[in-house]
């Protein structure tokens, strides 16, 4: 069971570029893992705060250069600025949910302190009832998440990529190819294996994306707009493939679209201007709002009013 209590995230002075998520990945002290990918060299990862408020990270492939990222966190909040989050609650169980509003509501700021990639201003997330910053690896570990950016190499090809990533998740090199043989089965891509990332097509890469999320057996699976950009025939084999994974795991699916989550969500949230406006299933909101047919009209209503209608959970 996940739990959003009284989540709260205010805007900050300066840019802030969040650090990757890695379940090896220190917090506090600086740290190293370093993954082997089956002739390919290796993979190795810094992460530390060596001053007040710097997060650096190194990744480097042998043999293909290295990606260098550094933030800086500014820790005084703008006065006066409206909260990315507005004291979000909620609670969720195994299912597929989806998670609505249009562009700017806070969706993607949500999905990633959800992820541990951001820590809110004010409220906690709650793993079965324990402070997931006391978890620490073992979270990200029951954790899967493709986020909107498909930041990937484009000259890896999809069985390395995959093999990448099932490194740095942890997975024993022994488990690994028949681990990544039934990811890329499952999402149609077992024959593309041997092509580079960068000849995918938009939803080729964002079901890679979402193969990647499944590596591990993860319990909630994080899904940052996995359609976005996709025509109507990938929206719907997308669709296809979280909805025949969902099983007894959480499911977020954030999207501004209507008929992504329509026809598979148990329930919809409500996300506006950073504030949970309200949540039911499909057909219990199209009663709520005058009976009418259809999530879209619903959509309409809440969004196209300065108003919203407020039924968070209480933590």
Request: aromatic residues 6%; charged residues 25%; positive net charge.
């Amino acid at each position: 069971m996940l739990e959003l209590c009284g989540i709260t995230k205010r805007y900050t002075a300066g840019h802030f570029s969040p650090r990757r998520w890695f379940p090896g990945a220190g917090t506090k002290e600086s740290s190293m893992k370093t993954a082997r990918i089956p002739g390919e060299g290796h993979a190795t990862q810094k992460t530390g705060i060596p001053g007040e408020g710097h997060v650096t990270e190194t990744t480097s492939i042998s043999g293909e250069g290295h990606v260098t990222e550094t933030g800086r966190i500014m820790g005084k909040a703008y006065t006066g600025s409206r909260p990315a989050l507005d004291q979000v609650s909620f609670t969720l169980k195994p299912g597929i949910y989806g998670l609505l509003g249009p562009n700017g509501a806070g969706k993607s700021t949500l999905m990633n302190i959800i992820t541990g990639n951001l820590t809110p201003t004010g409220g906690e997330v709650r793993w079965e009832g324990k402070e997931i910053r006391t978890l620490g690896a073992y979270y990200r570990s029951l954790l899967g998440y493709a986020p909107q950016q498909q930041g990937m190499y484009d000259h890896f090809s999809g069985i390395r990529f995959l093999s990448y990533m099932a490194a740095l998740k942890g997975i024993p090199g022994k488990e690994q190819a028949e681990e990544i043989r039934r990811v890329l089965t499952f999402v149609n891509l077992w024959e593309e294996r041997k092509r580079p990332v960068g000849t995918y097509s938009g939803g080729m890469k964002q079901r890679i994306l979402i193969a990647q999320a499944l590596l591990g057996d993860p319990k909630c699976i994080v899904l940052d707009e996995p359609t976005a950009g996709l025509d109507p025939k990938e929206r719907v084999r997308v669709r296809e493939r979280i909805q025949a994974v969902s099983g007894e795991r959480i499911i977020l699916v954030s999207t501004h679209v209507v008929s992504d989550i329509e026809p598979i969500a148990a329930e919809v949230l409500l996300l506006k201007s950073g504030r949970l406006v309200d949540r039911g299933t499909v057909d219990g909101l199209c009663k709520k709002y005058g009976g009418v047919k259809g999530l879209e009209a619903v959509y309409m209503q809440i969004f196209s009013e300065e108003d919203g209608h407020d039924s968070s959970d209480s933590c």
